[in-house]
């Protein structure tokens, strides 16, 4: 079985397939983390057999995923990886995880606040002692659903500041891209004064402080994986079929509910699989569903599916045909 797509689910994908292989012998899984909008354009021209995308077919792209799966069928979005944004950030001399509001980050990744020790950034961290030290932004410079997610999160929290609405390729203003949320955090380790944004599992990978961040109410959370689930699980669930959506309700403030957040859709077939296929595509999607594999995901950086929301899933998976 051939997947490509989300860079974010990289490593939760990784650790199920090895663990898969191993229990189901002849099993074969093979996954290029490309990036959201290269796994769905894969999955379009029938080069992959289900493909990861940190947001949902959009409108234009609904009617070539179903045509891939045969006249009359549909594909469908099915939630199985979620996970924090982490801003990760390269400031000498700064021991404390910096707090940076929505109203901060929206500037910062606009390129209306340049240097470290810029007014905004200090009322965020009184009595911090901060640089004048460049600020230089890193994105993503492929299609991303990471992308798609922070954004989406700085549009809603603060429009005034961000006004570009959510889009997998990168909306804001200035700032260097770079391939892979993985290319992110490299560029931002290896550069004083850099800030970017990637799954929280790639900030501990490169061993980068990761920022206190704003929600709607302009409470400071911190990234982890117990925060990011407490904001998930008041997602609203949009179900058609066995298409399955999530919406974040960015209004909600919880003190220890963190706001950047992303799931990863797997995006298949609901019918038309090939028959040779079908047994792999559901057994795999089966056990990420399921409570082992889901069990591991904080350990991984990532968070779990909400037991209502992971019932849910495990019903669309059972019905694929």
Same mark, same amino acid.
């Given at each position: 079985?051939?997947?490509?797509?989300?860079?974010?689910?990289?490593? @939760?994908?990784?650790?199920?397939?090895?663990?898969?292989?191993?229990?189901?012998?002849?099993?074969?899984?093979?996954?290029?983390?490309?990036?959201?909008?290269?796994?769905?354009?894969?999955?379009?021209?029938?080069?992959?057999?289900?493909?990861?995308?940190?947001?949902?077919?959009? @409108?234009?792209?609904?009617?070539?995923?179903?045509?891939?799966?045969?006249?009359?069928?549909?594909?469908? +979005?099915?939630?199985?990886?979620?996970?924090?944004?982490?801003?990760? !950030?390269?400031?000498?001399?700064?021991?404390?995880?910096?707090?940076?509001?929505?109203?901060?980050?929206?500037?910062?990744?606009?390129?209306?606040?340049?240097?470290? +020790?810029?007014?905004?950034?200090?009322?965020?961290?009184?009595?911090?002692?901060?640089?004048?030290?460049? =600020?230089?932004?890193?994105?993503?410079?492929?299609?991303?659903?990471?992308?798609?997610?922070?954004?989406?999160?700085?549009?809603?929290?603060?429009?005034?500041?961000?006004?570009?609405?959510?889009?997998?390729?990168?909306?804001?203003?200035?700032?260097?891209?770079?391939?892979?949320?993985?290319?992110?955090?490299?560029?931002?380790?290896?550069?004083?004064?850099?800030?970017?944004?990637?799954?929280?599992?790639?900030?501990?990978?490169?061993?980068?402080?990761?920022?206190?961040?704003?929600?709607?109410?302009?409470?400071?959370?911190?990234?982890?994986? $117990?925060?990011?689930?407490?904001?998930?699980?008041? @997602?609203?669930?949009?179900?058609?079929?066995?298409?399955?959506?999530? $919406?974040?309700?960015?209004?909600?403030?919880?003190?220890?509910? !963190?706001?950047?957040?992303?799931?990863?859709?797997?995006?298949?077939? $609901?019918?038309?699989?090939?028959?040779?296929?079908?047994?792999? =595509?559901?057994?795999?999607?089966?056990?990420?569903?399921?409570?082992?594999?889901?069990?591991?995901?904080?350990?991984?950086?990532?968070?779990?599916?909400?037991?209502?929301?992971? $019932?849910?899933?495990?019903?669309?998976?059972?019905?694929?045909?």
């Amino acid at each position: 079985m051939t997947l490509a797509g989300s860079s974010a689910q990289a490593n @939760a994908i990784s650790k199920w397939t090895k663990d898969y292989q191993g229990a189901c012998s002849g099993a074969t899984v093979n996954y290029n983390p490309s990036g959201s909008g290269a796994g769905v354009t894969a999955f379009e021209q029938k080069q992959v057999d289900f493909a990861g995308s940190d947001f949902p077919l959009s @409108a234009d792209d609904q009617p070539k995923a179903d045509a891939r799966c045969g006249s009359g069928n549909k594909a469908i +979005n099915i939630p199985l990886v979620p996970g924090a944004i982490a801003v990760m !950030y390269n400031v000498s001399g700064v021991s404390a995880p910096l707090n940076l509001s929505a109203q901060t980050l929206a500037k910062i990744f606009n390129g209306k606040i340049t240097t470290w +020790n810029d007014a905004a950034i200090k009322k965020d961290n009184p009595g911090v002692k901060l640089p004048g030290t460049k =600020i230089t932004t890193f994105h993503r410079a492929d299609k991303s659903g990471t992308s798609y997610n922070f954004s989406n999160y700085l549009n809603q929290t603060d429009p005034a500041d961000f006004p570009a609405k959510a889009n997998k390729q990168w909306p804001g203003s200035g700032g260097q891209g770079q391939n892979g949320s993985s290319g992110v955090a490299q560029a931002v380790k290896t550069t004083a004064g850099g800030i970017g944004y990637a799954e929280i599992s790639y900030a501990k990978a490169n061993s980068l402080p990761t920022a206190k961040v704003g929600n709607a109410k302009g409470q400071f959370v911190e990234a982890t994986t $117990a925060n990011a689930s407490a904001f998930i699980a008041k @997602a609203k669930t949009q179900q058609r079929g066995a298409d399955l959506q999530l $919406a974040f309700d960015y209004g909600y403030s919880d003190p220890s509910a !963190y706001p950047a957040v992303l799931v990863t859709y797997e995006i298949a077939c $609901a019918k038309g699989n090939s028959s040779s296929q079908l047994p792999l =595509i559901k057994g795999f999607l089966s056990y990420g569903a399921g409570d082992t594999a889901q069990g591991e995901l904080p350990d991984a950086g990532y968070v779990q599916l909400p037991k209502n929301i992971q $019932a849910l899933v495990q019903s669309s998976v059972t019905s694929l045909s």
